[in-house]
């Protein structure tokens, strides 16, 4: 049984787990802007132009690969761009067969939307920190994901400064085979498979880690508390082996009844501020 008081610790849990890395990753957003970088320098042609449509129409019959780029100058990954008036497809493999006789309709597109205007009208100085722009900002939906595995960084992150050696994703038939544990009481006799997010040996004990952070409520928290309940109860009745849970976030306010009945009975149970304070090393260093 665990000695620490529950209602202490909870008041420790972090609000976010947001760190620097989680607003923007520059790295994709560049590659992405680099990976069309020679065709939108080419539609850069197209700045200041006095005669747009029948220049921008020149340009692509000569450089047909330039039209791909033309949905994302609206914030479209799809090469597709579905409305109203019809589905205008923006591959390269239209440019080279049949742009020629779709010009009008491409022309009517590039005017409507107002990219036109953006260009011959000097609106952007250059098209490729125009789409740098672009990139930001559509990286900003990948946020939610990233926020789901910053938890994971941040905890691989404390593994690799403490020095700590650890595996990722690891499935229990993997450990039953490769080390001879029998963690049959967790996987229902082998009938079910679970992947713990890490996995750390220390004097012959393998500690089986799941990791998470939960902002804001929601029925999978409680779900979630159950779960690892049984892990714990379970791991109880297997030698060598040792269940981790490193949880956090603000959201388990709203399900500390189901938390604390993990708590009571899985003495492995960490936070962020655990881990700040050298509890989580204490157990794997």
Do not use: H
């Not at 609206?74 to 589905?87: D, H, T």
């Not at 905890?155 to 049959?184: H, P, Q, W």
């Amino acid at each position: 049984m665990s000695k620490r008081d529950f209602s202490e610790w909870l008041k420790t849990f972090q609000t976010t787990n947001r760190t620097f890395n989680y607003w923007v990753d520059f790295d994709k957003v560049l590659q992405n802007v680099d990976n069309i970088k020679v065709e939108l320098n080419i539609l850069n042609s197209l700045i200041g132009s006095v005669n747009i449509k029948d220049d921008f129409v020149k340009l692509i019959e000569k450089y047909p690969e330039c039209l791909k780029c033309i949905p994302l100058l609206i914030a479209v990954r799809s090469s597709e761009v579905e409305q109203i008036e019809g589905v205008f497809n923006f591959s390269e493999k239209v440019a080279k067969t049949s742009f020629v006789a779709d010009k009008k309709k491409y022309i009517e597109f590039m005017e409507k939307v107002g990219l036109f205007n953006l260009m011959e009208n000097r609106k952007i100085k250059n098209l490729y920190d125009y789409v740098v722009g672009i990139e930001v900002g559509l990286d900003t939906n990948a946020r939610k994901n990233r926020g789901g595995d910053l938890m994971s960084k941040i905890v691989s992150d404390y593994f690799d400064n403490n020095k700590i050696k650890y595996e990722k994703e690891v499935y229990t038939y993997v450990l039953e085979k490769r080390i001879g544990l029998n963690l049959s009481p967790i996987t229902n006799s082998g009938q079910a498979s679970k992947r713990f997010d890490f996995v750390v040996e220390k004097n012959g004990t393998i500690y089986g880690i799941e990791v998470n952070f939960y902002s804001g409520g929601g029925s999978k928290l409680n779900e979630t508390a159950r779960s690892y309940k049984e892990i714990a109860v379970a791991s109880k009745n297997i030698s060598n082996f040792e269940f981790v849970w490193i949880t956090d976030g603000a959201g388990w306010n709203s399900a500390k009844k189901n938390l604390k009945e993990t708590f009571d009975i899985l003495d492995n149970i960490y936070n962020i501020a655990d881990m700040t304070s050298g509890k989580l090393a204490d157990l794997l260093k």
